[in-house]
C-alpha cells in the first residue's frame, strides 16, 4: 500500500495532515509533532518497504492509523458506540 498525504505547515514548523477518512467520507485535519520534513522522510521509508511503526516512531497509534486511514480517533469511539448501541440482544 502506497502512503499519500496532503501536509501544510503550522505557524510552528509542525506538519498538517489532510486526509478523507475510510470510515465516513469526512476530511479530517491533524496536526502531528513532526515537521514536514519529517513526515516526507516517514513516507519515503513506508512506501519503500518499512513498517509503519519504524516509518513514524514518534507518532502515537492514533496519529499512525490517521496518516493510513484518515479516521480521527474521536471519530473510532464514535463508531465503536453506534455499534454497540445497534447490537441486538438475541431473545
Known amino acids: 500500500m502506497v502512503l499519500e498525504v496532503r501536509v501544510s505547515s503550522s505557524p510552528s514548523g509542525k506538519a498538517i495532515v489532510s486526509r478523507r477518512s475510510a470510515l465516513s467520507g469526512?476530511?479530517?485535519?491533524?496536526k502531528l509533532p513532526?515537521?514536514?520534513k519529517q513526515l516526507a522522510r516517514g513516507v519515503q521509508a513506508y512506501n519503500q518497504g518499512r513498517p509503519l511503526q519504524e516509518a513514524f516512531p514518534d507518532l502515537s497509534n492514533d496519529q499512525r492509523n490517521f496518516l493510513m486511514s484518515g479516521?480521527?480517533?474521536?471519530e473510532w469511539t464514535e463508531h465503536i458506540k453506534d455499534d454497540a448501541e445497534e447490537e441486538v440482544t438475541p431473545v
Open 26 to 30: 469526512v476530511e479530517h485535519h491533524l
Open 71 to 74: 479516521i480521527t480517533s474521536e
Open 34 to 36: 513532526i515537521s514536514i
